[in-house]
């Protein structure tokens, strides 16, 4: 196992990675300070691994441990399904020194996240990822909230968990396309700020694809590192942290005009991350092989490297203004510097963004 | 004009208490900083006091200036109505430099402010309270939220305003019952903390009571000033804070019992502190005559001194143990120590807590 520390003060966290982490007591009771737990989970991964938590957990004496399971995917990341959350807390009579724990992929950890931020003004929480994309993404930042119907992720607030456990068995049984989209956002890594790890993603994808434990426990560990370095920076997004956003701004388009949950977000934002590298293609900032290897780089990790057929400059313009990304009118674009590190401007030029968006399935073309 | 400061470090902010401050566009400007304001109020306040505020602020060139009208009363501080702010927001495309604007009472601070503290993880307020209650107590303090069915504002967030305008002049229009209500919550800081304060409104409750400008102004700037004490020596509430829930324990009890909007918040208060008093004068706090006394100045303040004829003693309990004050399943209580000073205690004979309810309307009776 290896542990890796989120440094944020007095808010500071651990993020436990290995193998068989589910059913180790001892790394839950040190991160729980009252006597209650509810855990959060869907109604994939209960059958799957619910068990097997609540076994740990009731090694402790005198807990109460509770359990919600919610509707499976990101359309019922809503406040309706956060009601959910907030009546099994309020029926089970949990007060504010209970602890929550998010077992399932990203939709759990920012719905519970987001619960635990407001049940209360605000209790403690547990992140279990179970979903690649939630290990490397979701689960570190303290990003918590709900989609609101105009816009994803519109509702919510920062709040960091007491620690995270990544047990990298449970992505045995993710589906070929989670398995995917959480690798969109581990290139993301190696793109923004780690040129060695993007060159390390070029060599050993097959491996990734084939689900080598070792291989996915370091692309794991590299990518929280990345990210826990980006967030210590920056803990409430005011500044570099946005880069993590790269293809986020092209991606939430795109799911939000499909409707939540039809595309995977991981893999709205591997198209998004394409065509964020296409204009900076377009800008002069790398260069057309470039363009071209990470296209095939997300080829290979099973990426649709497109937006939707029927998706219009105008569709994308209109949901892109309305993104969290936008200050005053203007929409701000996180770019590639080049290969390794990402930039962020409110300065491109319009006909390079029109021009992009136009490609559609010809990215790169002029 | 008087100005007080809350002293909270860097999210420190000024009351402005006096006379016409509605209309002065020079108090609300240095404190927004995006381009976008909305403005947030209810059916009854609009047509009262909207125009005058978006006159004042329509004075800022280049500034969005927007509204959303709720329905009024206790019975809408929930998710629902709440998403009515957070569609106006994203309606009208306010982003992450958005300005939320509280105008109206109790009710519409803690709902302006949870949608301030929620949408896009948090944007800036200002409070504009028009009622008693709320310039005296839920403007100052940062707590914000909304109600569950299962229980009083259980769904929240501790988010602090830029700053807080109370206009007394407003208070002109204000319905009797809520100048009642506010009034109990002046009393309350004179029983926890400040005994001068508490012999000052025995003298001068006539004068409140007809609305006499000097004395008001001077019940919510002692009043303002004892709370914005206690708060910044407690800013989350894991200690002395809790002083200021004085009869809130039994007052939510009573307002989830009739359900809420029947009776005002500052009602219960009312008869909750004098629960709260009996139960002091049942452990040997205080005296029969003070006792007595309490129970003569909160009727000359047009407040009720027993609660709902028809709740027996499991109704209140079985409400009392779902309240955020208790901890591991035990009733915390906040009870008075003297007249002007409160204790908070988890240890109350169980015996006299059981004759305090049963006492009914017969409070102080043996």
């Given amino acids: 196992m290896h542990t890796l520390t989120v440094d944020l003060g007095d808010r500071s966290y651990p993020i436990y990675i290995g193998t068989g982490l589910l059913d180790r007591a001892e790394l839950y009771t040190p991160h729980i300070k009252g006597r209650q737990v509810l855990i959060v989970t869907n109604e994939t991964v209960a059958p799957l691994y619910l068990q097997r938590v609540k076994t740990a957990l009731q090694q402790t004496s005198g807990l109460q441990v509770d359990e919600v399971i919610l509707p499976d995917g990101e359309a019922f990341k809503n406040l309706d399904t956060l009601n959910l959350i907030y009546d099994a807390l309020l029926e089970k009579r949990h007060n ?20 635990a931020a407001s049940y209360q003004r605000g209790v403690n929480f547990i992140q279990v990822p179970t979903t690649l994309l939630s290990q490397v993404d979701s689960s570190v930042g303290g990003k918590t909230g709900v989609n609101h119907r105009l816009g994803k992720n519109m509702i919510g607030a920062f709040h960091q968990p007491q ?4 047990d990298t068995e449970t992505l045995n049984t993710l589906p070929e396309r989670e398995l995917s ?17 993007y060159r390390w993603l070029q060599d050993n994808m097959a491996a990734l694809m084939a689900r080598d434990p070792r291989a996915l426990a370091y692309a794991i560990e590299r990518s ?7 967030v210590a920076q920056d803990e409430t997004e005011s500044g570099i942290r946005a880069t993590l956003n790269l293809g986020h701004t092209f991606g939430h388009a795109i799911e939000s005009h499909q409707g939540y949950g039809q595309w995977l977000h991981g893999e709205a ?3 998004g991350m394409l065509q ?3 204009l900076s293609w377009r800008m002069g900032n790398i260069s057309a092989p470039e363009l071209e290897a990470l296209r095939a780089l997300l080829q290979q990790a099973g990426l649709p490297v497109t937006g939707p057929a029927d998706m219009t400059v105008d569709d994308y313009l209109s949901r892109m203004v309305v993104d ?6 203007r929409i701000r674009l996180v770019l590639l510097q080049r290969i390794g ?19 559609g399935n010809r990215l790169g073309c002029p």
């Fill in 324 to 329: 969290k990304k936008v200050l005053d009118g």
């Fill in 181 to 197: 989209a959480g690798i969109a956002e581990v290139i993301k890594y190696g793109l923004i700020c780690d040129e060695p790890f």
């Fill in 163 to 166: 620690c995270v456990l990544a």
């Fill in 269 to 271: 934002v591997g198209a």
């Fill in 341 to 359: 590190e990402a930039c962020i401007t409110s300065e491109v030029p319009r006909e390079l963004l029109l021009q992009t968006l136009q490609a």
């Fill in 276 to 278: 964020a590298a296409d």
């Fill in 224 to 230: 929280c590192q990345n990210k826990a370095e980006v």
């Fill in 96 to 115: 504010r020194t209970t602890t929550l724990l998010a077992l399932g992929g990203g939709v759990i950890g920012d719905m519970c996240g987001y619960a």
